[in-house]
């Protein structure tokens, strides 16, 4: 069987620009987070987002995207991933999920982050952990000449190990001229045999991970995904590219490669 994916295979001067656009994605989101606190209105994040896109001369890459109407999703607690900023105001035992895309010399850079509001539950910040060590053990498998599907293989067992569960309902995805671009990289193991990874690939691997049931049903705002059970959910997310040296995380601010917790 002959297989399809030259067009995504990315040149040096491809995943330059793409690391770039991850960069100034995690610059935001280094600030974004430094303001999260009890009191914040999600807005406010959004309002610095868009005022730091301004700077960087970048489009925020979400704003439009088939009609979402903001450029940064705040998802918070039981919110999985696609919330919208607005006058909520966060308070003490929150989590809040923001995820930011932009686009810089046409290409697109995309990551996520979960954060605390002051202080929260041991299950949430169990959760939190979890999920982020769980991206981790993903990106581990992104090395040519693997699955696709070893990723999701690798998270959904460490997740599950923990007691916490995977959502099946979205997928991390090829990212480069387009956001959302093949391979789909599920978090969870599929059942089959999925596309080889070879390098050059650049994907965004993104679990977003539940305390309950993964189960999800969407608001009547047509975009946030909520957990069924009311449960909270937790949502970190890298671009990476797959290197002969093995995978490089692309989406890396100033401040280096930000790890909230380390195992
Ligand atoms: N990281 C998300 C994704 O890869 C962000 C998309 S939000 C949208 O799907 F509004 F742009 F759809
Ligand atoms: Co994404």
Redesign the pocket.
């Known amino acids: 069987m002959k297989k399809h994916h030259g067009a995504f295979i990315k040149n040096e001067r491809e995943i330059a620009s793409l690391r770039e656009a991850n960069r100034l994605v995690a610059n935001i989101l280094d600030a974004v987070g430094d303001m999260v606190a009890p009191g914040v209105p999600t807005m406010r994040l959004e309002e610095l987002a868009r005022g730091m896109c301004d700077g960087y001369k970048v489009k925020p890459?979400?704003?439009g995207?088939?009609g979402?109407p903001?450029a940064l999703?705040c998802s918070v607690n039981e919110q999985v991933?696609?919330g919208f900023p607005s006058a909520r105001v966060l308070k003490e035992g929150d989590i809040v999920s923001i995820?930011?895309?932009v686009v810089f010399e046409g290409f697109v850079g995309?990551?996520?982050r979960t954060w605390p509001v002051g202080t929260v539950s041991d299950t949430a910040a169990k959760l939190m952990r979890i999920t982020e060590e769980s991206l981790y053990r993903g990106i581990e498998k992104a090395r040519a000449g693997n699955d696709v599907y070893d990723i999701g293989a690798s998270i959904q067992e460490y997740v599950e190990a923990a007691g916490f569960n995977v959502v099946r309902r979205?997928v991390?995805?090829g990212?480069g001229a387009k956001?959302?671009e093949k391979p789909e990289i599920p978090n969870f193991r599929p059942g089959m045999r999925g596309m080889t990874l070879q390098n050059g690939m650049v994907i965004?691997i993104?679990p977003m991970i539940t305390v309950g049931g993964h189960e999800v049903k969407i608001l009547d705002d047509n975009?946030t995904a909520v957990t069924c059970d009311g449960q909270y959910a937790a949502?970190f997310?890298h671009s990476v590219a797959i290197t002969p040296a093995g995978p490089e995380i692309l989406s890396v601010s100033d401040r280096g490669l930000v790890r909230h917790c380390s195992e």
Do not use: N, P, T
Request: proline share 0%.
């Open positions: 890459a979400f704003l995207y088939q979402y903001f999703c991933v696609h995820d930011m895309g995309d990551s996520a979205f991390g995805h990212v956001m959302h965004a993104e975009w949502h997310e």
